[in-house]
């Protein structure tokens, strides 16, 4: 048996850096939530994928996924509900019925037009808790950290998630 973990061996969570970003996602994140699931009626995810058209502009589905940092089973079921919105639209490219071509329709680019500038604000008021000096030295370090982590995952020799098995015993 394992010998209990001292009292200065043990360090809380809000001492790392990803558990503290996530706190911080779902704090103000949810104000984003909210405006997309209650407002608009479509899901984080979905408005993740319309803001990448709309910054993008038409994509193919995996390009959609690797642009937006999602699987690709993620992405399709988002395109799916996107579609039966008449949010984006699919069109098949011609000779090949499985490369298709993704855009924002009217109501999609009407849709991006009316949120970006609220979640615009809400990034804005977040950003108003630091000066002008701060405020660069956090894009600043959020871009070396950013650097740093694409590094890590290429380095990185970690084992697969094995999905299938989740919950399973062994």
Known sequence: MPAPAS???RRPLDDLLLYRLSRLLAVAGSMVIRLCEGRFGITRREWRLIAVLASRGELGSSQ???HAQLDRARTSKAVGSLVAK???SRVAKAGDRRQVQLGL???GRALYDELFPLVTKINADLMGALDEDDAARF???LNLLQARAERMVEEAVLPKADRGRRGAKA
């Open 7 to 9: 009292a200065a061996s």
């Open 139 to 141: 894009d600043a370090s």
């Open 105 to 107: 329709t009217e109501a």
């Open 64 to 66: 959609l996924a690797e």
């Open 86 to 88: 008449h949010l984006i």
